[in-house]
């Protein structure tokens, strides 16, 4: 009996030891509290996060294992700079050396454009929406525009030091991050540069979709639990489970 009881003590101890390693080593799960990333990633999205990818390679395990460089298009979850304990997920759009702007601009048919140039090059991107009908100065005309109330000092501080030509120079070991619903998205023209060091890993696949609030999401409110009960098989977005989520190469 004892033996049983060692046994069974021993193998559940070594399961969770596995366990923690996995989830703090290998994946994460991740749950997508705003629509910044819409339609990418929607709110209640539930992501298995690859936390192995964008890990610095070992001298021995750069030989076997998938290690990648940050790449243009990547979808990464990180450390919020100003909060690092909030995580974040937006697309990469521009790597160490990279020059960006945007310009928008109504053309004489009334038709909103909302550009980004990457390099001196217009980017083609098949994966963003537009939810606001006009233009807003500094987002969309951005780093030209002046800056409105919600830019942080942080941002102040990029636009005042790493602006050149009219175009924000991305510096070594920092990224510039976007979200997908570009109209409503707290990024980079906000707070300035992900620093390499936050960044946790990238978005492998949705494993659960849940609709509902962001504060519901964030907080957990007893609100959450009991619409759980009531709505969780009309309220699951069937068709996104297990849809995997793929960067898109920009160049």
Same mark, same amino acid.
């Given at each position: 009996?004892?033996?049983? +009881?060692?046994?069974?003590?021993?193998?559940?101890?070594?399961?969770?030891?596995?366990?923690?390693?996995?989830?703090?080593?290998?994946?994460?799960?991740?749950? +997508?509290?705003?629509?910044?990333?819409?339609?990418?990633? !929607?709110?209640?999205?539930?992501?298995? +996060?690859?936390?192995?990818?964008?890990?610095?390679?070992?001298?021995?395990?750069?030989?076997?294992?998938?290690?990648?460089?940050?790449?243009?298009?990547?979808?990464?979850?990180?450390?919020?700079?100003?909060?690092?304990?909030?995580?974040?997920?937006?697309?990469?759009?521009?790597?160490?050396?990279?020059?960006?702007?945007?310009?928008?601009?109504?053309?004489?048919?009334?038709?909103?454009? !909302?550009?980004?140039?990457?390099?001196? !090059?217009?980017?083609?991107?098949?994966?963003?929406?537009?939810?606001?009908?006009?233009?807003?100065?500094?987002?969309?005309?951005?780093?030209?525009?002046?800056?409105?109330?919600?830019?942080?000092?942080?941002?102040?501080?990029?636009?005042?030091?790493?602006?050149?030509?009219?175009?924000? +120079?991305?510096?070594?070991?920092?990224?510039?991050?976007?979200?997908?619903?570009?109209?409503?998205?707290?990024?980079?023209?906000?707070?300035?540069?992900?620093?390499?060091?936050?960044?946790?890993?990238?978005?492998?696949?949705?494993?659960?979709?849940?609709?509902?609030?962001?504060?519901?999401?964030?907080?957990?409110?007893?609100?959450?639990?009991?619409?759980?009960?009531?709505?969780?098989?009309?309220?699951?977005?069937?068709?996104?489970?297990?849809?995997?989520?793929?960067?898109?190469?920009?160049?």
């Amino acid at each position: 009996m004892k033996n049983a +009881v060692r046994n069974f003590v021993n193998e559940w101890t070594i399961n969770i030891l596995i366990l923690l390693f996995g989830t703090t080593t290998l994946v994460q799960a991740f749950i +997508v509290p705003t629509p910044s990333m819409d339609s990418t990633v !929607k709110v209640g999205d539930h992501l298995l +996060v690859d936390k192995l990818s964008y890990s610095p390679p070992g001298p021995i395990s750069k030989y076997f294992l998938p290690y990648t460089a940050v790449k243009r298009g990547d979808i990464i979850v990180f450390r919020y700079p100003l909060d690092i304990s909030q995580n974040y997920v937006k697309r990469v759009m521009g790597v160490p050396g990279d020059h960006l702007r945007l310009h928008g601009w109504t053309d004489a048919d009334g038709h909103v454009h !909302k550009d980004l140039f990457l390099n001196g !090059k217009q980017l083609t991107e098949p994966y963003i929406q537009h939810v606001y009908p006009g233009v807003d100065p500094y987002p969309d005309d951005f780093p030209a525009g002046p800056p409105n109330a919600n830019v942080k000092d942080r941002a102040l501080e990029m636009l005042a030091h790493n602006v050149v030509n009219g175009e924000v +120079v991305v510096p070594e070991n920092f990224y510039f991050a976007m979200g997908d619903n570009r109209d409503n998205s707290s990024d980079s023209r906000y707070w300035g540069f992900v620093p390499r060091e936050n960044i946790i890993g990238k978005p492998l696949l949705i494993f659960w979709s849940y609709d509902a609030n962001t504060e519901d999401l964030v907080d957990f409110t007893a609100n959450h639990f009991i619409d759980l009960a009531r709505n969780f098989f009309s309220k699951t977005r069937w068709d996104r489970e297990l849809k995997l989520v793929r960067g898109y190469p920009v160049e």
